[in-house]
């Protein structure tokens, strides 16, 4: 399997899982990609998710030394390669409407198309060893797996435009001067500081951490009048939520939540 997908204690942790190819795109990749992702956000027992790559490596974009037979831009039909292309984006969108706090745990390169895998995510936690590059133009092309689309909304139209016109080569730290990153850490701690994180995440109330998931993609996507519509209802809907009975006595009580997966059914609709 080039993807490979484990849930555990309400965790989902996603692998690339192309070793050998530092977990270069393919055709396989995306299509399993695809599947772990739409996996993890219809498990109502996942509350988290991580995105890592098997080895020394997250993921470095497009193959250039594969079979082209492999590869999602063949380089034979153009129609072809322009539905394949439009098949493969699907992920991207996938990950950034999944219903799910996600943190993308990185280690050596992320570049192209993996540079955008990682930046779908809500959280990008680095080893300080990582590299990255938005790497397209370097190879001739313009960029697919919409990076510039998540470049500009990630970091704003100049610096956006910076990185994406000049692929240069970025270590963790200026990454994370960039705006691309949350964290950077040693490459020892990165396993152990992403778990702490995860952890943290899955143990929130869920309707709580899905609500202000959606209200911080439509902060981007809907004008004011139309945004605070949303988050009035899901603010309501939390409210009224075993989520918020099970904070208030945990509170009185002073103990730590335990909060039901099955109460994301009663807010289904926010």
């Known amino acids: ?96 409407d999944l219903p799910k706090p996600s943190i993308a745990a990185i280690r050596g390169g992320c570049a192209g198309g993996g540079l955008s895998f990682a930046l779908a995510c809500d959280l990008r936690i680095s080893a300080d060893t990582a590299v990255f590059n938005s790497a397209f133009v370097a190879v001739g092309f313009p960029g697919d797996l919409a990076l510039p689309w998540i470049l500009t909304r990630v970091l704003g139209t100049a610096k956006a435009r910076e990185i994406m016109l000049f692929p240069d080569k970025l270590s963790a730290s200026q990454a994370l001067a960039h705006g691309l990153l949350t964290e950077v850490v040693g490459v020892e701690n990165l396993d152990s500081r992403v778990h702490a994180l995860v952890r943290r995440l899955a143990d929130s109330a869920p309707m709580a951490i899905r609500g202000a998931r959606m209200n911080l993609e439509e902060a981007v996507r809907r004008p004011l009048p139309e945004y605070l519509v949303g988050e009035v209802d899901r603010l309501i809907g939390a409210a009224y939520s075993p989520d918020a009975e099970e904070a208030r006595r945990a509170f009185l009580e002073k103990r730590t939540p335990a909060y039901s997966t099955s109460n994301l059914s009663v807010g289904a609709s926010l």
């Open 1 to 96: 399997m080039t993807v490979l997908y484990d849930a555990i204690d309400g965790v989902a942790t996603i692998t690339l899982n192309r070793p050998e190819r530092r977990n270069a795109v393919s055709r396989e990749l995306m299509s399993d990609f695809e599947q772990a992702v739409n996996r993890a956000a219809a498990d109502a027992t996942v509350r988290a998710v991580v995105l890592t790559g098997a080895g020394a490596d997250f993921c470095v974009g497009r193959d250039h030394a594969s079979d082209p037979s492999s590869r999602i831009v063949e380089g034979v039909s153009a129609e072809a390669d322009r539905v394949r292309l439009r098949s493969a984006s699907r992920v991207i969108e996938a990950l950034i």
